[in-house]
C-alpha cells in the first residue's frame, strides 16, 4: 500500500487566489512527522513546511498552511493568495517513526502539477 | 539557496562505466541522506549517514554505494551503469538524525547513454 498518496491531476488557480493540495498518509506509527516539498522545473526541492503527529495546531509558513487531520490521516496544503511563481511540481512527504534512527528517511508521495494563472 | 552543495551538476556517461556523485551538507549537519528521482520511480530514498556512519539503507542497488568522510561531505559512487539509472540523484542534510527539515540539494542530473 502506498505510504503517500496524492492523486489530484494537474492543478490550476488563478493568481491571488487560494489553493489546496490534497495528500493522504497510511502509517500505523504513533510519532511522525509530515513535509511539504515544492520542486519547480529548474529542479531544486525546497522545503515548505512541516507539521508533526503531536503538534496540536497546524503548521504555518507565511503563504503556505497545513489542514492537519490526523483522524482521516490527511495532511493538505493550503497556498493563499497565489503568485505566478508558485508554479511548480509539490511533493507531500512522511518520515515514520520514533525520532531518529533508521525511520529518518522520508518517503515522498508520486507529486501534483500546479500551475498558476495570470 | 538551501546550503547543501552537489557537484557536479550534470553529468553524461555510457553503460557500464563507473561515476562519483559528491555532496557537501549544511554547516552543522551531521546527517546526509541520498534520493534518486527518476520518471518511472520517483522519489525514493537510496541511503543515510549520520556522522560517518551508515544509518539506514533504503532501495540503493549493490552496484551503488556511498559513503560519509570525517569532514561531513558525502560520495555516491554507481557503477557498471546502466540505461535505468538515469536519474536526478539528490542528498539532502538535516542537524541530526531527529529529523524536522531536511534541506535539499540542486541535484545531480545523470543520463547513461
Known amino acids: 500500500a502506498q505510504k503517500i498518496t496524492q492523486t489530484q491531476p494537474g492543478m490550476f488557480v488563478q493568481e491571488k487566489e487560494a489553493v489546496t493540495l490534497d495528500c493522504t498518509y497510511d502509517?500505523?506509527?504513533?510519532?511522525?512527522?509530515l513535509f511539504w516539498y515544492k520542486q519547480p522545473s529548474s529542479g531544486e526541492m525546497i522545503f515548505l513546511i512541516y507539521q508533526g503527529s503531536y503538534d496540536e495546531q497546524n503548521a504555518t509558513e507565511g503563504r503556505y498552511s497545513l489542514n492537519f487531520q490526523k483522524a482521516r490521516k490527511s495532511a493538505n496544503l493550503v497556498i493563499s493568495a497565489s503568485q505566478l511563481g508558485d508554479s511548480a511540481m509539490y511533493f507531500c512527504?512522511?518520515?515514520?517513526?520514533?525520532?531518529?534512527?533508521?525511520?529518518?528517511?522520508?518517503?515522498f508521495g508520486k507529486g501534483i502539477t500546479l500551475s498558476v494563472r495570470p | 539557496d538551501s546550503g547543501v552543495t552537489q557537484t557536479p551538476k550534470h553529468l553524461i556517461t555510457a553503460t557500464g562505466q563507473r561515476v562519483t556523485l559528491r555532496c557537501s551538507p549544511r554547516?552543522?549537519?551531521?546527517?546526509v541522506y541520498w534520493y534518486q528521482q527518476s520518471l518511472d520511480q520517483g522519489l525514493q530514498f537510496l541511503i543515510q549517514y549520520y556522522n560517518g556512519e551508515e544509518r539506514a539503507k533504503g532501495n540503493i542497488l549493490e552496484r551503488f554505494s556511498a559513503q560519509q568522510f570525517p569532514d561531513l561531505h558525502s560520495e555516491l559512487n554507481l557503477s557498471s551503469l546502466e540505461l535505468g539509472d538515469s536519474a536526478l540523484y539528490f542528498c539532502a542534510s538535516s542537524v541530526d538524525h531527529y529529523l524536522h527539515e531536511q534541506f535539499f540539494g540542486p541535484g545531480t542530473r545523470l543520463t547513461v547513454l
Open positions: 554547516s552543522g549537519d551531521l546527517s
Open positions: 512527504a512522511m518520515r515514520e517513526g520514533r525520532s531518529g534512527g533508521a525511520n529518518s528517511k522520508l518517503t
Open positions: 502509517t500505523s506509527d504513533q510519532s511522525y512527522g
